[in-house]
C-alpha cells in the first residue's frame, strides 16, 4: 500500500510494505486518506482506496483466480508488439514478440484490447474476451 495525499504526519514516507496474511486477513493502522493497494503476481491488481469512506469498517478486498491466456505467434515472420490493456485502460502485457512458439499469459478474468504491431507495419486492434476457463490469441 502507498499513501497517495499529503499529509502533516512528518514520519510517514513512502516505502513498501508486505503485507502479513493470518487466516486470509491483514490487519494494519493508516492515516486517513488515499491509497494505492497493489497486489504483485502473475495477474496483479491495483485499487485505489479512500479510508475516509470506510468510517469504522474494514476494506474488504476479494482476489479473484486467474486464468490462462494462450497467444500463438507462429504464424508471425517479423517481430511484433503486442499490448494488451484492461477495461480501465490500464497495460497489463507489452512485450514484442520475437519466438513463434505459444506460451500462455496468466491474468484475471474480463474484456481486454490488444494492439498487435508487426515489425514495421500497421497496428491492428481487436477487443478480446477472456473468461475464466481461459482464451487463445492468435498474432
Keep these: 500500500m502507498r499513501l497517495l495525499d499529503a499529509t502533516n504526519h512528518a514520519a510517514l514516507r513512502p516505502l513498501e510494505h508486505r503485507l502479513p496474511f493470518r487466516n486470509g486477513e491483514v490487519k494494519i493502522e493508516l492515516v486517513d486518506g488515499r491509497y494505492l493497494l497493489q497486489v504483485r503476481g502473475a ?42 490493456t484492461a477495461e480501465d485502460g490500464t ?23 490488444a494492439a498487435i504491431t508487426p515489425l514495421g507495419g500497421t497496428t491492428s486492434t481487436r477487443s478480446l474476451d477472456v473468461p475464466s476457463d481461459g482464451a487463445k490469441l492468435v498474432l
Design 43 to 84: 495477474g496483479g491488481a491495483r485499487l485505489v482506496v479512500d479510508t475516509r469512506a470506510l468510517g469504522d469498517a474494514p476494506l474488504v478486498v476479494e482476489l479473484q483466480p486467474e486464468t490462462k491466456l494462450q497467444i500463438d505467434p507462429s504464424a508471425k515472420t517479423t517481430p511484433t508488439r503486442l499490448l494488451l
Design 91 to 113: 497495460v497489463v502485457h507489452d512485450r514484442w514478440v520475437t519466438w513463434r512458439s505459444r506460451w500462455d499469459l496468466t491474468l484475471l478474468p474480463g474484456r481486454y484490447q
